[in-house]
């Protein structure tokens, strides 16, 4: 897969964000990604919410690809890495097979969720509240006021753009340069707009940017060309 991507900072941390909605540490050899939700159509069959039940293969080759890309040393899954508690015990053996050998010879961790709070059973890699590499702090959900280094997800950001009267709407990477909220990876997941009023006093609002995820590359754009929506 050839990725292109756009390098930004991140309170003095070099950063590139992929076009895969994975986000890149290039000094620490660091992979990150937020909201996998595996095993979200399995969990949604159980409540009998029948959809079509392939978001964990969608997300799981997704997620091989980009690390096949990179090779890193460290993986940080930011949270809701499992859409429910029981998504991990009861994910398919083959599945689990895929998952394990991306998790071999490499330091992984799990950062607990709002959807996932307990360690996944079953399932390699050490499971924290939150980690801190160099300059920064990864964490599912954002901490209200200045948080320099945070890197979060939760809220599935997406931005919207109004270009020859053709609006256009996409996930993103949502930062100022002294933190960033990822999008959401995983296949089922939507996005909710960077100026919708959860996002508020999260971002030094003349410093917001997006890089938005396009079909074949990365899109940064300045918060003051954003639409709601």
Known sequence: MTSFNEAIEIEGERALCDRSGALYFPDHDLLAVSDLHLEKGAAFARRRQLIPPYDTAATLARLAEIIALYEPKIVVSLGDSFHDGAGAALMPHIFRTQLSALIADRDWFWVAGNHDPDAPEGVAGESVREISIGSLVFRHEPSRGPTPG?????????????????????????????????????????????????????????????????????????????RPG
């Open 150 to 226: 945070e890197i979060a997800g939760h809220l599935h950001p997406g931005a919207r753009l109004v270009a020859r009267g053709r609006s256009v709407r996409r996930r993103c990477f949502a930062s100022d340069g002294r933190r960033m909220i990822m999008p959401a990876f995983g296949a089922y997941t939507g996005m909710l707009n960077v100026l919708d009023r959860a996002y508020a006093g999260l971002f030094d609002t003349d410093g917001l940017f997006a890089c938005m995820l396009g079909r074949q590359r990365v899109y940064k754009v300045t918060g003051s060309v954003l």
